[in-house]
């Protein structure tokens, strides 16, 4: 099983600052993450898929890169909507999996 | 506009069963894969189980192999997942998601990119 795990578990943020998360696979899982958000309540929102790519309607302060083991989900400034639970998730194989999540909240 | 609407989650004590189903609109359903994916209370997300557009491929989470079951009703846009042997474990809000025509390796995985609101499953005595 691959296993993703994200840092930091928490990241204490104002808005308008700039927000970096990251998510490790335990081995390579090429170009196939992907990273979503979470708002209290809510379901998940695809941002990005195959690493760097920006879902339909996703703001352009969201962006990811990496590939291989090393990914970043990087918010260049915080709006207050974004303040919530960020999850990656890999497709390579099977099990499918999602990181254990970074919660992004209000310094 | 795309829909997903799960129904079925409800109390059942260890041992029991329920069937989930998925409710899909807005779509072409027949043309997507599609998922099971779990979140306990306070929890992170965990897929469950997957299944491809013609029920080809079929996957499942070792937690819960030959215990859960699968399925689909294109003629009925539906999404199913049967639901035997209840453990407290398996206590959590349950969604279906459709996988991403842009990421899928049709064998069922991909990104998804709509989810439905989830239903929820406790499992208690």
């Known amino acids: 099983e691959i296993v993703l795990t994200q840092s930091p578990a928490t990241l204490s943020l104002s808005p308008g600052e700039r927000a970096t998360l990251s998510c490790r696979a335990s ?6 993450l992907a990273w979503y958000q979470q708002r209290p309540g809510q379901a998940p929102r695809l941002l990005i898929y195959a690493a760097s790519n920006r879902a339909t309607g996703i703001p352009a302060r969201f962006s990811g890169s990496g590939s291989g083991t090393d990914f970043t989900l990087t918010i260049s400034s915080l709006e207050p909507e974004d303040f919530a639970f960020y999850y990656c998730q890999q497709r390579a194989d099977w099990p499918l999996t999602f990181g254990g999540g970074t919660k992004v909240d209000i310094k | 506009e795309v829909q997903l609407v799960e129904s079925g989650g409800g109390l059942v004590k260890p041992g029991g069963s329920l069937r989930l189903s998925c409710a899909a609109s807005g779509f072409t359903f027949s043309d997507y894969d599609m998922n099971w994916v779990r979140q306990a209370p306070g929890k992170g997300l965990e897929w469950v189980s997957s299944i491809t557009t013609g029920s080809n491929y079929i996957y499942y989470a070792d937690s819960v192999k030959g215990r859960f079951t699968i399925s689909r ?10 639901m035997n042997s209840l453990r407290a474990e398996d206590t959590a809000l349950y969604y279906c998601a459709r996988i991403s025509s842009l990421t899928s390796n049709s064998y069922g995985s991909g990104a998804y990119d709509y989810w439905g609101q989830g239903t929820l499953v406790t499992v208690s005595s």
């Open chain 2, 73 to 82: 009703d294109n003629a009925k846009n539906s999404l199913y997942l049967q």
């Open chain 1, 27 to 32: 081995q390579s899982v090429r170009s196939h």
